[in-house]
């Protein structure tokens, strides 16, 4: 038991997980995955593509049992996780306000969601079904449904993929403001460096598959220190640290 | 709204053309149907007048027939007993049906198992089921209902099988991770997503079932459409047959045109919208 008020990181200790493909054979996907988060941290989950990352975002969402070893959620506020899926996922036949209400506790559904709204650009859109959204308003409204939750741990996989960087940039602010105004524990999976050296207190490097952990690259300095001149030294140090990765 | 002026020309020029072909086509199949209509009227009423006979009654003949038994109340009585067996036979059906097919198109094994006894019962025919409904449990409503019920099951169970089997589990995954409780799942995961199929088996299920349970009065009830054309048969009193016929297909018209379609539309406004 921790005692109260002690923040729980996230921590991760998978042993391995194999499946079992169609012929039969079975492919190990994660082998020896342990890595933490502490609380209140925003981590990306780093590495080649195909290389386990969504399949350890599914392990800690609870979507998928069949592993061995053990992971650790951060408690605290609704206790609840929240997730952007690489697609939207917002339900076709909801429009956007109800998408994002549906996702909350029974006793939140009336919760005053202007700020969320506001903040994401989103406050002419709510009665819209996401038919009538593009591609990055869809998004938007994931986030928004992700952080009207207020969870205890927040996964992200890929949340920007297959968007123009012009509107993979703005989305990444926006969440970087949102996610600002209301600190929680974060994880997202990417495999785009640039878009972890950005977002991210800390970056865990994967390796090709089997994942497993090639080394953690924290990144101390505040987020509006990081402009261009910033990033290219921390893509070469991070290049240094990792020359084999990504 | 920064720019309400190029907005509403958006809007108004958007909305100004669809309109008008919107009106053509409505009008177009409306004016059609209506002349499709007339000329079946004309036909029969030619034909009758060409072979005059006790067994093929002119239009005017009939709609004496309809108009007096609506006044001596015994067509809406016979007509409403009727809805209501197609209603509750409906609705068992459905419910019946539906949950069976989703149970079969969500588990695979149970579906090899039970597959051959849908086929089995798919073929069997409707006056089989309605003989041994009346033999079995005797000559009364719910062996009437239960009849016709059985009878369109294996279609709605085959239809929601397949609308069960293209769920699609990133809804599902989305509502465990953000902890929907079993009704919402019910609500907003699940219900939508068989809607296509719901509206198929119950477009096809009114169609079929008002057919059977004609044939169910016919057989074991002394109310209801079936009983009045099996009576009038008897007496071979063909215009009140065509009576209660034409009576009996303009109210299930209506009830596709006021309640079927209005209902299809709702549920599928989202669909209707372009991105």
């Known amino acids: 038991m921790q005692p109260v008020g002690v923040a729980v990181p996230l921590r991760v200790d998978i042993a391995e997980?194999?499946?079992?493909?169609?012929?039969?054979?079975?492919?190990?996907?994660?082998?020896?995955?342990?890595?933490?988060?502490?609380?209140?941290?925003?981590?990306?989950?780093?590495?080649?593509?195909?290389?386990?990352?969504?399949?350890?975002?599914?392990?800690?969402?609870?979507?998928?049992?069949?592993?061995?070893?053990?992971?650790?959620?951060?408690?605290?506020?609704?206790?609840?996780?929240?997730?952007?899926?690489?697609?939207?996922?917002?339900?076709?036949?909801?429009?956007?306000?109800?998408?994002?209400?549906?996702?909350?506790?029974?006793?939140?559904?009336?919760?005053?969601?202007?700020?969320?709204?506001?903040?994401?650009?989103?406050?002419?859109?709510?009665?819209?079904?996401?038919?009538?959204?593009?591609?990055?308003?869809?998004r938007r409204a994931a986030l928004a449904r992700a952080f009207a939750t207020e969870p205890a741990v927040l996964f992200l996989d890929e949340p920007f993929v297959s968007l123009d960087e012009q509107t993979a940039e703005r989305l990444?602010?926006?969440?970087?403001?949102?996610?600002?105004?209301?600190?929680?524990?974060?994880?997202?999976?990417?495999?785009?460096?640039?878009?972890?050296?950005?977002?991210?207190?800390?970056?865990?490097?994967?390796?090709?598959?089997?994942?497993?952990?090639?080394?953690?690259?924290?990144?101390?300095?505040?987020?509006?220190?990081?402009?261009?001149?910033?990033?290219?030294?921390?893509l070469r140090s991070f290049h240094e640290k990792f020359p084999h990765a990504a | 709204?920064?720019?309400?002026?190029?907005?509403?020309?958006?809007?108004?020029?958007?909305?100004?053309?669809?309109?008008?072909?919107?009106?053509?086509?409505?009008?177009?199949?409306?004016?059609?149907?209506?002349?499709?209509?007339?000329?079946?009227?004309?036909?029969?009423?030619?034909?009758?007048?060409?072979?005059?006979?006790?067994?093929?009654?002119?239009?005017?003949?009939?709609w004496q027939v309809l108009y007096n038994d609506t006044a001596s109340g015994e067509l809406p009585y016979h007509l409403g007993v009727t809805l209501g067996r197609v209603a509750a036979a409906f609705v068992v059906a459905m419910v019946i049906g539906s949950i069976i097919g989703v149970l079969l198109g969500v588990h695979r094994r149970a579906d090899q198992f039970f597959n051959p006894w849908v086929v089995l019962f798919l073929n069997i025919p409707a006056l089989v089921i309605i003989v041994l409904a009346y033999i079995w449990f005797g000559l009364n409503e719910a062996a009437a209902i239960g009849a016709v019920a059985v009878n369109k099951i294996?279609?709605?169970?085959?239809?929601?099988?397949?609308?069960?089997?293209?769920?699609?589990?990133?809804?599902?995954?989305?509502?465990?991770?953000?902890?929907?409780?079993?009704?919402?799942?019910l609500r907003h995961i699940l219900l939508p997503q068989l809607q296509p199929y719901l509206a198929a088996a119950s477009r096809s299920g009114v169609a079929l079932i008002w057919k059977i349970v004609l044939v169910v009065e016919l057989l074991g009830r002394s109310n209801g459409v079936g009983f009045q054309i099996y009576l009038h048969f008897q007496l071979f009193d063909v215009a009140a047959i065509l009576a209660y016929t034409l009576a009996f297909v303009a109210i299930m018209l209506l009830i596709e045109l006021l309640l079927v379609q209005p209902v299809e539309r709702h549920a599928t406004r989202w669909r209707r919208r372009p991105a």
């Open chain 2, 154 to 185: 294996p279609n709605v169970v085959v239809t929601m099988r397949e609308g069960a089997r293209a769920l699609d589990p990133r809804y599902a995954e989305m509502a465990a991770v953000y902890r929907f409780g079993p009704l919402d799942r």
């Open chain 1, 17 to 138: 997980k194999t499946f079992r493909s169609a012929e039969g054979v079975p492919v190990t996907a994660l082998h020896d995955l342990s890595f933490e988060v502490r609380q209140g941290e925003f981590a990306c989950l780093l590495g080649p593509s195909g290389c386990g990352k969504t399949t350890t975002l599914r392990i800690l969402l609870g979507l998928d049992t069949d592993f061995s070893g053990s992971f650790q959620l951060p408690q605290g506020g609704s206790n609840r996780i929240a997730v952007v899926f690489q697609e939207p996922t917002l339900l076709p036949w909801r429009t956007v306000e109800q998408n994002v209400r549906l996702a909350l506790p029974k006793g939140m559904r009336n919760a005053k969601l202007d700020w969320l709204f506001d903040s994401l650009g989103l406050a002419g859109m709510r009665s819209l079904f996401p038919s009538e959204l593009s591609l990055g308003l869809a």
């Open chain 2, 1 to 62: 709204m920064t720019s309400p002026g190029v907005d509403r020309g958006i809007t108004t020029a958007g909305t100004a053309l669809p309109l008008r072909s919107g009106r053509r086509a409505i009008a177009v199949p409306a004016l059609t149907t209506a002349a499709s209509l007339l000329g079946l009227f004309l036909l029969w009423s030619f034909a009758a007048e060409a072979w005059p006979s006790r067994a093929f009654p002119p239009p005017g003949q009939v």
């Open chain 1, 172 to 234: 990444r602010y926006l969440l970087l403001e949102v996610w600002s105004a209301r600190p929680t524990t974060a994880l997202m999976v990417t495999h785009n460096l640039r878009e972890a050296l950005m977002l991210s207190d800390r970056i865990i490097v994967l390796s090709p598959r089997p994942a497993h952990v090639l080394g953690v690259f924290d990144v101390r300095l505040p987020r509006h220190y990081r402009n261009r001149q910033v990033m290219s030294d921390l």
